[in-house]
């Protein structure tokens, strides 16, 4: 049996879960996969390269993991401004935009939602609530072909507040499934 699991947002909270399931669990590879889905294209501004180069260049082991994988060019690159890295880009490196003093384990990154998705398992959702909705209103759609949902774990925070019908809290979770009953009514529509 094999167990894939996927973690939807890559920011500090869900790149750090990600990251320790992945230490856990990444000595069995063949059974248990673990990746993180990122939106593609954030740049990482200068100053950040910079303070990124910093922290390579004083951890030996963070040093040589990058100087044997040929990644290490690109940060010094990044850091003279020659070259523009990307937030997903480092999250492959093991660094997180959010956490850029602390180097993760290696994680299998994917900007491909669809992709990330299609055939998980598990999905961890380490989306702010205010981006949840509508992330996993398109993820669902990916899914409508499936016999059996996977198992989503949420991380998220936050929380929405509606008046309409009456005054509410709408949690992350209550997102989730809100967006599922959304496509699901949409799909049974004569």
């Not at 049996?1 to 996927?6: K, S």
């Not at 390269?49 to 993991?65: M, Q, S």
């Not at 690159?77 to 999250?91: C, M, N, P, Q, S």
Request: aromatic share 8%; proline share 5%.
């Amino acid at each position: 049996m094999h167990v894939r699991i996927v973690g939807v947002g890559a920011g500090a909270w869900g790149s750090v879960f990600c990251a320790l399931l992945q230490d856990a669990y990444g000595h069995l590879r063949d059974k248990v996969q673990v990746r993180i889905w990122r939106r593609p294209g954030r740049a990482v501004d200068r100053a950040t390269a910079e303070h990124l180069f910093e922290v390579i260049n004083a951890r030996e082991d963070v040093l040589r993991r990058l100087i044997r994988r040929c990644a290490y060019l690109k940060y010094v690159e990044a850091r003279l401004g020659d070259r523009t890295v990307y937030a997903d880009e480092i999250l492959k490196d093991d660094f997180c935009l959010n956490m850029i003093d602390t180097p993760l384990c290696p994680l299998k990154v994917v900007t491909n939602l669809q992709e990330a998705v299609w055939d998980a398992d598990i999905v961890i959702n380490g989306l702010p609530s205010t981006e949840t909705r509508d992330v996993f209103g398109e993820i669902w759609r990916y899914w409508k072909e499936r016999i059996t949902a996977p198992i989503i774990i949420s991380l998220a925070k936050g929380i929405e507040a509606s008046l309409d019908p009456l005054p509410r809290i709408i949690t992350p979770t209550q997102m989730i499934s809100k967006a599922r009953n959304s496509l699901l009514i949409r799909s049974f529509r004569p």
